[in-house]
């Protein structure tokens, strides 16, 4: 009998030591070395600001951000806040977490992406649960596109109502950054000078609204698409220039065939990267 057990003992132990060598990510620093998500954790709880950056159709960083948010909401007062839900759906956003309207209701009346069931709305729930107040950061798509077409000048145009739902005019911008620059250069010039500053507007209004709606004492989370504030750009570069003294940790999503062995492309491309097995299945 004991042998038995023994013999059962062994053959899970064995498929425990085979499943850890097929993990779906790890985690490392900025500078290539190996991070476990304790301490990770307990970076992020002495932050002002986190920026936690993912590929919209990965689940790896959907699971954790909402693990990061559960934990970090035992330690910290929380705000979150969302690039995948425009400044002019913040009143649809507070009617649902006040359960003025229901999922359906809310599904409805305001322009949620298509995989907000299965990726953001875990992170509103939990918001709505907890009572954590949840912000819609980002620019009107409509605005986006304005600019697009028009530069910034354009935005001159809106009605008072229109300007309330994207960044202070005028908005600073720096065309010298990488990451604007290796927009235009990805995109062989079509767009013009404009491409870059439509996302300038989204990054401003994003560092806007989570400058207008963090009080002293609390930890703001931000979800946003990476390239918004990897490289210590977009949102962060915004960020600093209205409050250098802010502490922000950043957090990126980049995927790998080899998830072990870091990728020395995202040295520095953020504070923690989480590098992901880049045959994991996708939620879109």
């Known amino acids: 009998m004991k042998s038995l057990i023994s013999l059962i003992l062994v053959f899970f132990f064995t498929i425990t030591i085979q499943a850890q060598k097929k993990p779906a990510y790890k985690l490392f620093k900025a500078n290539g070395k190996k991070a476990s998500y304790k301490k990770m954790l307990k970076k992020l709880e002495k932050a002002d600001i986190v920026l936690f950056g993912e590929h919209h159709n990965n ?152 400058l207008k709606n963090k009080k002293n004492n609390q930890l703001f989370i931000h979800y946003n698409g990476s390239y918004h504030s990897d490289n210590y750009e977009g949102i962060y570069w915004y960020l600093k220039k209205a409050n250098p003294n802010l502490k922000i940790v950043t957090i990126t999503t980049e995927e790998n065939k080899l998830v072990r062995k870091f990728n020395k492309e995202n040295k520095n491309k953020a504070d923690f990267i989480i590098q992901v097995d880049e045959n994991m299945t996708k939620t879109y």
């Open 59 to 210: 689940p790896i960083t959907h699971w954790l951000q909402l693990e990061v948010t559960k934990d970090l909401a035992k330690k910290r007062d929380l705000v979150i806040g969302f690039e995948m839900i425009e400044a002019d759906n913040q009143m649809q956003l507070n009617d649902y977490l006040q359960g003025t309207i229901n999922q359906k209701a809310f599904d409805t009346v305001a322009r949620l992406w298509n995989n907000h069931k299965t990726d953001y709305k875990p992170l509103v729930d939990f918001a709505k649960e907890n009572k954590i107040k949840a912000i819609a950061a980002n620019v009107p798509r409509r605005n986006a596109k304005i600019v697009f077409r028009g530069g910034f000048k354009a935005l001159d145009t809106l009605s008072e109502q229109e300007k309330s739902w994207i960044a202070p005019l005028p908005i600073a911008y720096d065309k010298t950054l990488p990451g604007y620059v290796k927009m235009l250069e990805m995109m062989g010039g079509h767009g013009g000078d404009n491409l870059p500053k439509a996302q300038a507007i989204k990054d401003a209004t994003m560092a806007h609204f989570i």
